[in-house]
């Protein structure tokens, strides 16, 4: 079908009905293409599994709004969401180069287990402004208007052999998380605490999302904060070589891998922060917030 027949057709309110939505329908381009490896892989609870995107754009950033984000989502079935993992585009978006980076799939300690089954991992781009998606060059299926099956992921049934997570007393109880990005989350409750993993082997990998608040809160006010600079914490562990320190606010990656040596398989994480925020309403104090625990066994 020539393309004036086919606008005729759909601009018909009798001939219209008898062309398929498909035909009708402005087919944008694809801004990139892109590849995602493994293909395949088992998420664990409570484990984290890393995955390869490979975008290689077609088309300027600035096509892509003013805010380009990639959503990604675990999918129990087209449109049920339990999972999201989204983040914004990182830099290096330019036609004719190659942007790769890793992606973190997480079981997070902290929440509760999926259910074991097969789930599907699918993504795709937008502008989080104004929510428009974009047109992906892929080997996925489309199972949504631009979103991509990816991935498959398998979720095993859980059993005994995981590693322990014991709190210091100075945490508070672990509170639902906002989205199904953070699906739970815990506070530090005060400028001091640890926490112990027991379990591991030698080569194990600890990933840590910790927020260090910025005083905004709604409800929290800085009770100490003595560093001019901002807000710190200070991480010992004998899972590090040395003290990691945590600037600024907002979220921080934190990655401690089990060195030969360790007692027990024991790796002991110590927290010390340079403020405590007051709760307005309530005689509770807030530090650190975990928004996310998990491991990976050495391969």
């Known amino acids: 079908m020539n393309r004036s027949l086919r606008v005729a057709l759909c601009l018909s309110g009798v001939l219209g009905a008898l062309v398929s939505a ?17 293909p395949s892989l088992t998420l664990a609870y409570p484990e984290f599994r890393d995955l390869e995107l490979v975008f290689k754009p077609k088309t300027d950033r600035e096509t892509l709004g003013r805010s380009p984000t990639v959503f990604v989502h675990l999918l129990s079935a087209p449109g049920d969401v ?26 997070s300690a902290i929440g509760e287990a999926l259910p074991a089954g097969e789930y599907t991992l699918s993504l795709g781009v937008y502008d989080a402004d104004d929510r428009r998606r974009f047109a992906l060059s892929t080997k996925g299926k489309e199972i949504d208007r631009h979103e991509y099956a990816v991935a498959s992921v398998r979720v095993p049934e859980a059993t005994g052999a995981i590693p322990r997570f014991e709190f210091s007393s100075t945490w508070l109880p672990t509170q639902a998380g906002s989205d199904q990005q953070i699906v739970a989350s815990r506070w530090l409750g005060d400028a001091e ?57 907002g979220v921080h990656a934190v990655e401690l891998v089990v060195p030969p040596g360790v007692a027990d398989g024991a790796c002991e994480i110590g927290l010390h922060a340079n403020f405590v925020l007051a709760s307005e309403r309530a005689a509770v104090r807030y530090a650190v917030l975990l928004e996310s625990l998990a491991w990976q066994s050495p391969r």
């Not at 009708?24 to 995602?36: H, K, M, N, S």
């Not at 999201?84 to 973190?104: A, N, Q």
């Not at 082997?201 to 809160?217: A, F, K």
């Open 22 to 38: 498909a035909a009708c329908r402005r087919q944008d381009p694809p801004v990139a293409e892109l590849a995602v490896t493994p």
């Open 193 to 249: 605490g640890s926490l112990r993993v027991t379990g591991l082997t030698v080569g194990s990998r600890l990933h840590l999302m910790l927020r260090l608040p910025s005083g905004s809160e709604p409800g929290l006010r800085f009770e100490r904060l003595p560093d001019a600079q901002g807000p710190a914490l200070a991480i010992r562990s004998n899972c590090s070589p040395e003290e990691l320190v945590l600037t600024g606010p």
């Open 82 to 107: 339990l999972r999201t993992f989204d983040h914004p585009l990182p830099d290096g978006w330019k036609p004719g180069e190659t942007l790769r980076y890793p992606l973190r799939l997480v079981q």
